[in-house]
C-alpha cells in the first residue's frame, strides 16, 4: 500500500485531493495519509476554486493529518512520495528536499522557474536515486493522445497546420496571488501557456526558432496574453493564451486545430471532432477520462511496478519545455525572433 503526502492545497492540490479520494475508493493500493499547506485554514478543508471546478466537496479533513511544514510531515509520517502542488518557483527546492529524505516525487507543471533548476531537480533524481514526474497532464488526455497516435501512424498523412489556444479567468486565487508575480510564476506565459508549449514539444520536438507577442495587462506581472509563431520546416504552427477573459459565460476553454494532408482534428467549445477530406466527420470513440486522473495513477502504479514513470513524460523534455518558454519570453521581452 503506497502512502502519499500532499503539499499545497491550492487550485491544482484541490484537484489532487478528488483524485486520491476517488483512487481510495476503487480500491487502488495507495492512501493519502497527510496533507501539507502553510495556510491553517486549510486544516479543516477549505479549498480554492480556480477557473475549473475540480475540487470536491464531500472529502472528510479529520482522516488526513495536517502540516504546515513539509520535512516535519516527513519525519513524522512514512511517506512512499509527495505529490507537490506549489507556487512554481518553490517547485525545485521542494522536489529536491524530499528526494534527499528518501521520497518519490510528483510535481505539478511547470518543471521549475528556470532550466537550471530543472537540471538541479533531474541531478537529485539521479543522486539519490528516486523517481521523479511533472504534471504535464495533457500529455496523459485522451484527446491528445489521439493527435499523437494520427501523426505517428501517418493515417492521415503529413501535419500542416497547428494551432493551439487556451484562456480564461484571471487566477485571483492563489495565495499571496503568486500567479501574478512574474519573479514566482512566470505569468500566463509560463504557467498556462506552458501547456500547449509541451504539447508542440512532445508532438514535434524543438522549433528552430520562436517568435512571441505578449502584453502585460497587470503591473508586475509576466505576459498576461501570448501568441508565438514556432519555425519548423514544413509546418504552420502557432500557440496562443489569454487569461484576462473575466466573464462566466466563457469560463476556461482550451482548443486545438491539427490539419494533415488528408484529414482536421478540431477541439472546439468542448466539441472534439475528426473531419476525413471529402467524408463524413465523426466524434472519436476515446476514453473521457481525465489526464489529471490518468497521471497520478501512472505514476503511482509506476512506483508499485519499480519501473521508472519518465517513459510517458521524460525529465529532460519537460526541462526542454522550458527552455523554449524561456526563449518565448525572451523573444517578447526583445521583440525579435529567438534562435534555438
Known sequence: MLRVGL????????????????????????????????NEEKRNGKLTQGNIDVSDRSIDFTKFNF????????????????????????????????????????????????????QEMIDASKKYSRYLMIGQTLRFFPSYRYIKDTIDSGRYGALNEVALFRGGTT?????????????????????????????????????????????????????????????????????????????????????FRFSFEHGTIILENKKFTDYPNNEESFTPNIDNESGYYIEIKHFAQSIIDNTDPQAACPLESTMETIRIAEAEVKSADENQTIKL
Open 171 to 255: 487566477p485571483l486565487w492563489s495565495w499571496d496571488n503568486w500567479l501574478l508575480d512574474r519573479e514566482r510564476s512566470g505569468g500566463c506565459l509560463l504557467d498556462q501557456h506552458i501547456h500547449d508549449v509541451d504539447t508542440i514539444n512532445w508532438l514535434l520536438g524543438t522549433p528552430k526558432d520562436v517568435h512571441t507577442k505578449g502584453k502585460v495587462y497587470f503591473e508586475g506581472s509576466g505576459y498576461d496574453m501570448v501568441s508565438t509563431n514556432y519555425n519548423f520546416d514544413d509546418i504552420v504552427v502557432n500557440a496562443q493564451d489569454n487569461w484576462t477573459i473575466n466573464n462566466e459565460d466563457f469560463g476556461f476553454e482550451m482548443r
Open 67 to 118: 502540516y504546515t511544514d513539509m520535512e516535519e510531515m516527513i519525519a513524522n509520517e512514512e511517506l512512499d512520495y509527495v505529490d507537490l502542488c506549489l507556487p512554481t518557483f518553490i517547485h525545485a527546492p521542494y522536489a529536491i528536499k524530499a528526494m534527499s529524505l528518501g521520497l518519490h516525487v510528483f510535481c505539478e507543471k511547470p518543471m521549475a522557474i528556470t532550466t537550471e533548476a530543472c
Open 7 to 38: 503539499v499545497g492545497l491550492g487550485f491544482m492540490g484541490s484537484s489532487h485531493l478528488g483524485i486520491y479520494k476517488r483512487l481510495m475508493d476503487e480500491g487502488f493500493p495507495l492512501k493519502l495519509v497527510a496533507i501539507c499547506d502553510v
